[in-house]
């Protein structure tokens, strides 16, 4: 509105960008249908206004009309406004947009529009049964048009190629792991519509679940192993192992403890147990640690974790698959010693854990109802050393 509440040629164009901003309106060009005739009503001048400021009604009509390009941003519609003292004015009254070469004039967005009809050329084209996706997701396309076309050979590649290769495999002109990597999600939702598939767990990186997801190959994560020097029958200079789960698994050792730590520096760090091994979680990756026979079959299990609510969740699952499993510093005490460390967890989970001891579900449950602090998070890298290395000599 203008200072005197006179509808402005900004207010025409905020009726049309909003139906720009929340895709309707591109997707019904993409889609050939009509034009959604667009009337916009226009606050003017009344007839006392008029008489008092003629010269501020004019500049007012003219701005209308330069915006509206002579009809090429919009029409004008007009209505008789004045009196006996300054005679009937026609003045506009309404704007009307009823083309969408109108639209992309007023809004400046003819060169995007543009980049659609290029975008869904090049999709017929390379991809057609990616057609549906393009037609619902426009703003979606605009964002990444320059590549559109290398998008498209990408997500082809993948769904027609891919099986059991790794994306750094992938041999088109001008396209590589990074690009594949910069435009991961909208490569993923055109792959979801040429070949949908069920989802995976959000724990892993973005890159492995898109391998994982559309039947790639994806670097495995390693099971990282350390133990005394000469321990499970390995030369007496080695004591660390970094072996795919599967070969972990296959390994023929009796072991008498081990001890799952979460943080990667704790692992490296902590004490190794007496005929025992120490193994990093990493996560939620420590459930798979239950597949190796040697670690269900060794008298003791700990696991050392984050007291926070993932924390427990890792254990619960490690305990699902290991139920001999103890934790270790993840209690009452160990928190409230610690109370100049504590954090926040940015999303903590409410899950229901199963596989808690009466004592860690009670925990769990007070870092879950916020009982202490909201959204309370003690890192196990921010623990009291000389505190861990007490309660690792107690268990």
Excluded at 57 to 80: I, K
Excluded at 168 to 173: A, H, K, S, V, W
Excluded at 289 to 304: F, I, K
Aim: aromatic residues 6%; glycine residues 6%; charged residues 25%.
């Amino acid at each position: 509105m203008s200072a005197a509440g006179w509808s402005t040629p900004e207010h025409v164009r905020a009726q049309l960008r909003r139906r720009w901003d929340d895709g309707s309106l591109p997707r019904a060009y993409l889609k050939r249908e009509p034009f959604p005739r667009v009337e916009v009503p226009l606050r003017g001048p009344t007839a006392t206004e008029l008489a008092q400021d003629l010269t501020g009604v004019g500049r007012w009509r003219t701005a209308l009309l330069e915006a509206s390009a002579n009809g090429a941003a919009f029409s004008l519609q007009h209505r008789a406004v004045g009196g006996r003292s300054v005679g009937r004015n026609e003045l506009p009254s309404r704007a009307v947009v009823e083309q969408y070469e109108q639209a992309w004039r007023l809004l400046g967005v003819a060169r995007q529009a543009r980049a659609l009809d290029e975008a869904l050329a090049e999709t017929w084209e390379l991809l057609p049964q990616a057609e549906p996706w393009v037609l619902c997701e426009p703003l979606r396309v605009i964002g990444v048009s320059a590549d559109w076309q290398r998008i498209l050979r990408a997500t082809r590649w993948v769904a027609e190629r891919g099986a059991g290769r790794y994306l750094r495999e992938i041999d088109l002109d001008g396209i590589d792991t990074k690009f594949i990597e910069t435009n991961l999600s909208v490569i993923a939702a055109l792959l979801d519509a040429v070949m949908p598939t069920g989802r995976i767990s959000s724990e892993r990186s973005r890159t492995r679940q898109f391998a994982e997801r559309y039947g790639l190959q994806s670097v495995p994560d390693l099971v990282r192993i350390r133990c005394d020097a000469g321990f499970l029958g390995l030369p007496s200079a080695v004591s660390e192992l970094a072996l795919r789960p599967e070969e972990a698994a296959r390994l023929q050792v009796a072991v008498q403890q081990v001890l799952i730590v979460e943080n990667l520096v704790t692992y490296a760090a902590v004490p190794i147990p007496a005929e025992g091994v120490v193994i990093w979680g990493a996560g939620f990756s420590a459930g798979r640690l239950g597949r190796m026979p040697w670690m269900r079959s060794a008298p003791s299990v700990a696991y050392a974790g984050d007291l926070d609510s993932h924390g427990f969740a890792i254990l619960s699952l490690v305990r699902s698959q290991l139920p001999h499993t103890r934790s270790m510093l993840m209690d009452r005490s160990t928190l409230l010693q610690h109370r100049d460390r504590w954090g926040r967890d940015p999303k903590p989970t409410r899950a229901r854990l199963d596989h808690l001891l009466d004592d860690e579900q009670l925990l769990y449950q007070e870092l879950v109802e916020d009982v202490h602090a909201p959204s309370l998070r003690l890192e196990q890298e921010r623990l009291d050393w000389d505190w861990v290395l007490d309660r690792l000599e107690a268990q």
